[in-house]
């Protein structure tokens, strides 16, 4: 069975300070690994996946098949990163369907 | 290019009525997903269809079904409303079938009263 745990469903930090959301897995495969953000009152997006291994908007997530993790990173947080961020997994004969976990709550004080 | 649709935004019903969600993909994309979004259970996948036929389908009862149309819109019935049916119905519209990039839409805020 595949599963996807995003350990903190809160997450609070200030402008500027490092932030890392947390993302483990369960896959018995080679799964495909992204990173969803949801703004307040805007729809769920795609923010980066794994296999791109690129930035985007200074976040940053690799992925880490020991640990069967991907973690989201980003060195210095601003407020317009408040948002919610869903980790989600799909796997080689899963289609297009996705597994998302619970999601966590970034919110970046000033 | 016009991203995902989804009809209605809002919807009431009472519960043992029957609803019906409208989901217009991305031009050219053939791949639709529909997922259901809680507070408790965050974001579960419904059924997902490619060129008119249904690929996978969730842990959801039978009371929900879907359909795709030839021009890839796809639809989502759910029959006999329970209160917990309540939920943001959100569809993805996907150009191959692989869930390389999943576009969404902004979703039907289904109430069951």
């Known amino acids: 069975a595949q599963r996807v745990t995003q350990p903190e469903k809160l997450l609070s930090v200030f402008k500027g300070a490092p932030v890392e959301l947390k993302c483990n897995y369960s896959?018995?495969?080679?799964?495909?690994l992204f990173w969803y953000v949801q703004y307040s009152r805007q729809r769920l997006q795609l923010l980066l996946r794994h296999i791109s291994r690129e930035s985007i908007k200074g976040f940053t997530a690799d992925l880490n098949k020991g640990e069967t993790s991907f973690h989201l990173k980003k060195p210095f947080a601003q407020e317009e990163d408040s948002a919610m961020y869903y980790c989600a997994l799909s796997g080689p004969t899963s289609g297009s369907r996705l597994t998302f976990g619970e999601g966590t709550q970034l919110t970046v004080n000033p | 290019k016009a991203g995902v649709t989804q009809t209605p935004r809002y919807l009431i019903k009472t519960r043992g009525q029957q609803v019906t969600l409208s989901c217009s993909p991305i031009?050219?994309?053939?791949?639709v997903s529909w997922y259901q979004q809680t507070p408790g259970q965050g974001l579960q996948f419904l059924f997902e269809?490619?060129?008119?036929?249904?690929?996978n389908k969730g842990n959801f009862p039978g009371r929900f079904s879907g359909r795709q149309f030839s021009n890839s819109r796809s639809e989502m019935n759910v029959s006999t409303l329970e209160l917990g049916d309540s939920a943001l119905y959100l569809c993805a519209s996907s150009s191959r079938q692989r869930a390389t990039e999943a576009f969404f839409g902004q979703g039907t805020r289904l109430t069951v009263v």
């Open positions: 031009s050219g994309h053939r791949s």
């Open positions: 896959y018995s495969g080679s799964p495909e």
């Open positions: 269809y490619f060129s008119e036929t249904q690929r």
